[in-house]
């Protein structure tokens, strides 16, 4: 099948284990309600009253976790399921209802002596980095009554407007004329376009594109602005300076490693601007390229794949790394955890959602046989196998935070393509570093664009809601900096921030700063295998499944890396440089 297995999740939302777990989390509520009281006695066991709570989360965030993927996957496929969205907003709501019960117990945390009790308790020893982070949450913490009412407000407000971006940006289409005749295409079918062979489909693409974001620019400013007001309301309330030192927090980061990052990012700049100008020569640009080029396929032996050939390539070369990692591969191919054609009402783009409660993951691609979109699932492989690594933890220990988060994914796409260049010729060579290149150019590049339209629709968001001409013109000019003189000044994307749905997650802010972290970071592993070798993988498998338990530092400090120093990132960043050598040696043989 090349459609995914929800069975073993649920048979269907009739099902009697879908209604019992139904049923359980309608119980929630009375279960907290009764600990809240006992915490609330004059004398209580401290030891007794956490081992019950972490009992109770553990239990109820596998369930609702379940319940929330089984909703989310069924709206990914078809976000016109009325089912779907119901249940994700029950979901919600439900989530919402821990609140009050969470900060009682974070409260209790912040009077007692974490170390005695972990001499005395195996579980809550088992637990303690949680339980730090859970008592160092405290300092942005509201009152009770505050925390609870901004997590109902929520439900109708961010997550709301989620939804609505959502549901419509994925059921979007446009016209498109070929050959005389006037179609109408789903938004990812037009997006595809962008990867056409033929330039003047390229062009089409683009502009039919642009033209369809029009229809819903207003709904998706106003989904962009009640969001963005929102999260600048809470973390102003909580005391953080910015938004970004909220993301930072929840990241386990600090600024002295974002900004090593960034900076060394800006540094390289010119070695990417100087690939985006190789390329447009090579396709028949004088000048900077356009923005509808940045994808062109350079040559022909881009080679296409079946998705069965697509299986076939990556359990290969996953095999290269380790066995475990290819019978994963192999696993989710054969017991159907994949979604992989475009179709109308899917949702664009790719994604992986691990789910421990069935100790599986579920993975979302848009596949139409480009070797882009091969590494594309060997990606997101990555991110189900790192979920495979983690899920012998307690659940609790199992939440990483968003820059390692791309580690797995990253290590995997460059276990593939590296595999292949070995054996590459000079034109299949060239395709593979174009892909290589492509797609760091977008996480560098790209991401910083972004990086500096998110900050700047913050301070601007201070003032006023957003216009759609403001933000086109935020989104401009943010390209404009981090592309430079590269991208044709009078081609570039306006609505990109309408077209990415990461700016719509009230929860996740700064969704961008974190691929450019795991790529750099998934590199600098890279490097470190190639010197050690075999004896790494237990290195690699240790890092991953102490993601969830560690501060972004202390993993990694586990093989060695310091990312306060730009050196760290530097080294990486040599490594895209030599790609960009290599493809300049080529495309100079070509055109001369």
């Known amino acids: ?175 498109v004329e070929i050959d005389g005749k006037t179609e109408i295409w789903p938004i990812m079918k037009i997006r595809n376009l962008a990867f056409s062979k033929d330039p003047e489909m390229r062009r089409l693409g683009y502009e039919s594109e642009l033209a369809s974001y029009k229809k819903h620019e207003e709904i ?145 691609t848009n596949f139409t046989g480009k070797l882009k979109n091969v590494l594309t699932l060997a990606h997101e492989l990555g991110h189900g196998f790192h979920g495979d690594r983690i899920m012998g933890e307690s659940i609790l220990n199992t939440t990483y935070p968003m820059p390692l988060a791309e580690t797995a994914s990253i290590f995997c796409e460059t276990i593939v393509r590296n595999a292949v260049l070995k054996d590459a010729n000079e034109d299949l060579s060239l395709s593979i570093l174009e892909n290589s290149l492509q797609g760091a150019t977008g996480v560098i590049v790209d991401i910083l664009s972004r990086f500096y339209f998110e900050s700047e629709v913050f301070e601007i968001r201070k003032d006023h809601p957003l216009s759609v001409s403001e933000l086109n013109a935020l989104m401009l000019d943010s390209q404009k900096k981090a592309y430079g003189e590269c991208l044709d000044p009078d081609c570039l994307h306006p609505y990109m921030w309408l077209n990415k749905t990461h700016y719509y997650y009230a929860s996740r802010n700064f969704y961008n700063f974190p691929y450019a972290f795991g790529l750099l970071f998934a590199r600098g592993l890279y490097a470190i295998y190639l010197e050690k070798g075999d004896s790494f993988i237990s290195e690699y498998d240790a890092l991953l499944k102490a993601t969830g338990k560690m501060s972004i530092y202390d993993v990694c400090k586990l093989v060695g890396i310091d990312p306060t120093q730009k050196s760290f990132w530097k080294a990486s960043l040599d490594q895209i440089k030599s790609e960009v050598d290599a493809f300049e040696a080529i495309v100079t043989a070509k055109i001369q």
């Not at 009764?34 to 401290?46: A, G, R, S, V």
């Not at 973390?235 to 970004?244: A, I, V, W």
Request: charged share 30%; glycine share 4%; aromatic share 10%.
């Open 1 to 175: 099948m090349n459609t995914w297995n929800l069975e073993a999740l649920y048979k269907g939302f009739g099902s009697p284990e879908f209604q019992s777990d139904l049923d359980a989390i309608d119980r929630l509520q009375d279960k907290y309600s009764k600990w809240i009281e006992d915490c609330n006695q004059n004398t209580f066991d401290p030891v007794a009253l956490i081992e019950t709570f972490l009992n109770y989360l553990i239990e109820d965030t596998i369930r609702l976790r379940r319940l929330h993927a089984f909703g989310h996957l069924n709206f990914a496929v078809d976000s016109r399921s009325e089912k779907a969205i119901s249940l994700v907003s029950k979901i919600q709501k439900k989530q919402s209802e821990l609140t009050e019960p969470m900060v009682s117990f974070k409260m209790l945390l912040k009077n007692v002596d974490l170390d005695e009790l972990c001499r005395n308790s195996e579980l809550i020893d088992a637990h303690r980095f949680f339980l730090e982070e859970s008592i160092s949450s405290t300092d942005h913490m509201l009152s009770l009554n505050e925390e609870v009412l901004i997590s109902k407000m929520k439900l109708t407000g961010s997550s709301s407007w989620e939804t609505l971006q959502s549901k419509v940006s994925s059921q979007l289409n446009g016209t």
């Open 220 to 364: 998706s400013a106003a989904a962009l602005n009640g969001i963005k007001g929102e999260v600048l309301t809470v973390s102003k309330l909580r005391g953080y300076d910015t938004p970004l030192d909220e993301t930072l927090s929840n990241s386990r980061m600090n600024r002295e490693i974002l900004n090593a990052m960034i900076e060394t990012m800006e540094d390289y700049l010119p070695e990417f601007r100087r690939y985006v100008l190789l390329k447009a020569k090579l396709i028949g640009h004088d000048g900077p390229m356009p923005f509808y080029d940045l994808f062109a396929p350079v040559s022909d032996l881009d080679q296409e794949f079946t998705v069965d050939e697509a299986k076939a390539f990556i359990i290969k070369y996953f095999g290269d790394f380790s066995e475990d990692l290819s019978n994963f591969a192999k696993k989710s191919f054969e017991q159907d955890w994949i979604d992989f054609e475009p179709r109308e009402g899917k949702v664009g783009g790719a994604f992986c959602s691990n789910i421990p409660s069935i100790k599986e993951s579920r993975i979302l």
